[in-house]
Structure formats: C-alpha cells, structure tokens
C-alpha cells in the first residue's frame, strides 16, 4: 500500500501563495502519476493537477494555468502544488493522490488539507 499525506494548507488572503505537499510513504516504488484534485463544499471533486513520474509531464487544468504549478521530488517520496495569485473560488479541500501498478488499489488518496482564500 502507499500511505499520503497532506500538508500546507491554511488560510491566505486574495493574491497570496501556498505550496502544498504531499508525502508519500510505504511502498513508493510503485507509484507513477500523481496529482492532486479538489473539493468545495457543495461541489464535485475536481482535477487540479498531475505529474509523471519523471516530473517532465505536468498537466495543470485549463482553468487554473498561469496561477498553479505541479512538482515532485522522487527522492524525498514528495508531491507539490505551487498555488499562486489565490481566489476566493480556490477555497477547498485538496487531495493529493499516486496511481500505482501492482497494489491492491490503482489510486491511493491522502485525507486533504483546507485551503481557504479571503476576500
């Protein structure tokens, strides 16, 4: 299995930055995309982001290009979300999730960090 979990969210203000991260544990070597996706209350889960497993791949939703940014660090067993020039709307839950092969699940979850914008 692989374990995530979430870290660096909070509250900001309009306009400012959060860089979340994800860390991953137990049996990485089995991971290849990651990503994260997002909740707001009363709304469907959405894709944020994902990332290969080489990092050269970031794929960004259309609606949050130029604000966002996917990264990993293989190494460290670490995903991030750069989050820039925040809004209101981006207020959510955010998961962070790892695709694997060979595991008992195809995707493991972490339990989301808040993310909460002011106006």
């Known amino acids: 299995q692989v374990q995530l979990v979430e870290s660096g969210g909070g509250l900001v203000r309009t306009g400012e930055s959060l860089r979340l991260s994800c860390a991953a544990s137990?049996?990485?070597?089995?991971?290849?995309?990651m990503g994260w996706f997002r909740q707001a209350p009363g709304k469907e889960r959405e894709f944020v982001a994902s990332?290969?497993?080489?990092?050269?791949?970031?794929n960004v939703a259309d609606s949050l290009k130029g604000r966002f940014g996917i990264s990993r660090d293989n190494a460290k067993n670490m995903l991030y979300l750069q989050m820039n020039s925040l809004k209101p709307e981006d207020t959510a839950v955010y998961y962070c999730y790892a695709d694997t092969v060979g595991e008992v699940s195809p995707r493991y979850w972490g339990q989301g960090t808040q993310v909460t914008v002011s106006s």
């Open positions: 137990g049996r990485t070597f089995s991971t290849f995309a």
């Open positions: 990332v290969s497993w080489s990092g050269l791949n970031p």
